[in-house]
């Protein structure tokens, strides 16, 4: 990194693309102490995107690109505050957020986590191996409540320990596993300790609390205890037998977990991990990954290819990040209309094509309006897009 501005002398010199720095794929992206060789000098964009409404949703409206900011490598501090602001502003619906580990669990929870979930945003995320299992407790005062957070959602805290260590179980079991030479050894190690965990991840679900409505300002929120429970219970795979309490219907966890404890906030998602439902949300993170190989891709807006960007500084490369976006998001409005005014399977070779794109009431001629009437009306129409525009 070259000196701070404060610390320059006359005698220094300085890069034309001053305010930018390091980047590496890992982590946070900041390359500040990466090796030479394994980082590049860059100025990070980031692309928020439209995804489905939901797993199962139609594809009802073009999937834009609606927000984008742009920082020296890893320094996200408050850029997801920012494009939060920006989304509301412009009255654009948040109600989920989808990220990769750089944001989510990687950002500040006041920069990122809690603005969002304030606003009423279902949070979903992965998480890096060393963050697996426990992440943090909450106790009430008067001992009323005890709780263990564990892979972002509330549990019981007499749950089994086996329970709640099945994910960072499992995540080291499959790192040992990837030692083994014999691939029939390690194959079967892998699906014993899958089916594993695939059980402790039924088993602990009925020990989980449900979110009650949004996170407050302050980061608390309220959350439903399991029922059906029996008093005792006692865990299938080790035996050993525990006492269940449910203390109440509801327990508020507050946004301060101690001094300075905002794990909770950082680690917490709506739906289970690695459950139905959050594969379902997890999956629709590829739309996110698509855009951005699309912006970069050469045959597309080729934001990745230097010629196209010339101009030097961050400044210019906000601006042409900017461009490819709103290029993606003409293009994406473009296949969005050709799919639903497709008479046919839309490819690529077609896709161009405008007798592809049409309506059909029957059997086969293209309207003439030039023509002269004939005996009868014709079989059916075939009218190019435009013409289906314009009318």
């Not at 549990?155 to 691939?183: C, F, G, R, V």
């Not at 990040?321 to 008479?343: G, I, K, P, W, Y």
């Not at 794109?357 to 009218?383: C, F, H, K, Q, S």
Request: hydrophobic share 35%; with cysteine.
């Amino acid at each position: 990194m070259q000196k701070n501005i404060a610390n320059m002398t006359v005698e220094d010199t300085a890069s034309v693309n001053y305010d930018s720095g390091y980047y590496v794929r890992e982590g946070n992206h900041d390359g500040s102490n990466a090796k030479p060789g394994k980082r590049m000098y860059a100025w990070e964009i980031e692309l928020a995107t439209m995804t489905r409404n939901g797993p199962k949703a139609e594809i009802d409206a073009p999937l834009f690109i609606v927000a984008m900011s742009g920082h020296r490598p890893g320094q996200i501090n408050g850029e997801g505050k920012r494009i939060l602001d920006s989304l509301i502003s412009r009255s654009v619906p948040v109600t989920s957020l989808i990220a990769d580990r750089a944001y989510l669990p990687g950002a500040v929870p006041e920069d990122l986590q809690l603005p969002f979930s304030a606003h009423g945003s279902k949070l979903v995320m992965d998480y890096p191996i060393d963050k697996l299992g426990k992440q943090t407790f909450y106790r009430s005062a008067d001992g009323k409540h005890n709780l263990v957070m564990c892979d972002g959602s509330w549990y019981l805290a007499t749950m089994p320990e086996t329970l709640q260590e099945a994910e960072s179980t499992w995540a080291k079991e499959k790192a040992d596993a990837a030692k083994i030479k014999n691939k029939a050894v390690r194959d079967a190690r892998l699906a014993a300790g899958h089916d594993l965990v695939e059980k402790r991840r039924s088993q602990r679900t009925k020990y989980r609390l449900t979110p009650r409505g949004r996170h407050n300002a302050d980061g608390s929120r309220q959350y439903f205890y399991p029922t059906g429970l029996d008093p005792i219970d006692f865990d299938k795979v080790t035996g050993e037998q525990f006492d269940i309490i449910i203390p109440g219907k509801t327990v508020k966890v507050p946004g301060l977990l101690g001094r300075d404890n905002r794990k909770h906030l950082k680690y917490g998602q709506e739906y289970e991990y690695k459950s139905k439902d959050w594969r379902g949300w997890y999956g629709l993170r590829n739309t996110v990954e698509s855009v951005n190989s699309r912006v970069k891709d050469p045959q597309r807006e080729g934001l990745h290819e230097p010629f196209n960007r010339r101009g030097r500084g961050p400044w210019f490369a906000e601006l042409a990040a900017a461009l490819a976006a709103a290029s993606q998001n003409l293009r994406r409005l473009v296949h969005f209309l050709q799919d639903r005014l497709a008479l046919k399977n839309v490819t690529a070779k077609n896709r161009n094509q405008w007798m592809t794109y049409a309506i059909a009431t029957a059997n086969a001629r293209v309207r003439d309006t030039d023509a002269e009437p004939d005996d009868g009306p014709p079989d059916y129409y075939l009218l190019p897009v435009w013409e289906l525009l314009e009318e």
